[in-house]
């Protein structure tokens, strides 16, 4: 049985995660703001979370930190397939006015994070999935396409890939 985590797991798009790993029968765990222990020996870790209130500069800057710290923490299983998959934004590569600069900087630091852990060989192949707007009134993707990425990068079928950002924005970016 896979065993993947999911952190962020009680939003929207770390919910609908979830329910796609239970769904092809892996054993999922959920870490969020309340806590306390990560999960030993697992193949898949996704980082869904998002910063929610506050100041922005802060909080984008805490998700890329808690990103580093729980890869620093957790454990991956000695045999079989393992990876990370960080959920960034497409403000990396292009200006979206509806969200602020700490934003766009913040996402970025994910991106420079995920080159640095690929470039490193550390046991699991880490990326990235961009996903354009996939809420609010006018989504550009739906959920099911951003969590079809993210499902993706967490399976054997990704295993020539690492240290990539794929964006999942439908074209609106060409």
Request: some cysteine.
């Amino acid at each position: 049985m896979l065993r993947t985590l999911v952190v962020g797991g009680s939003g929207r798009l770390g919910s609908a995660c979830c329910k796609r790993f239970e769904a092809r029968g892996d054993k999922v765990f959920v870490y969020n703001r309340g806590s306390m222990v990560l999960p030993e020996s697992l193949n898949y870790v996704v980082f869904a979370q998002r910063h929610r209130g506050g100041d922005e500069w802060l909080g984008n800057f805490e998700n890329v930190t808690l990103v580093e710290r729980i890869l620093a923490t957790v454990g991956f299983v000695d045999e079989g397939d393992c990876a990370v998959c960080v959920v960034g934004s497409v403000c990396t590569g292009r200006v979206d006015r509806t969200q602020g600069v700490g934003y766009h900087v913040g996402k970025a630091g994910l991106d420079q994070l995920v080159r640095w852990y690929a470039k490193e060989q550390v046991g699991f192949r880490i990326n990235c999935v961009s996903p354009a707007g996939f809420t609010g009134a006018n989504p550009v993707v739906g959920m099911d396409e951003v969590v079809g990425a993210v499902e993706f990068f967490c399976s054997s079928l990704s295993r020539g890939v690492n240290g990539q950002r794929l964006v999942v924005d439908g074209g609106a970016g060409i």
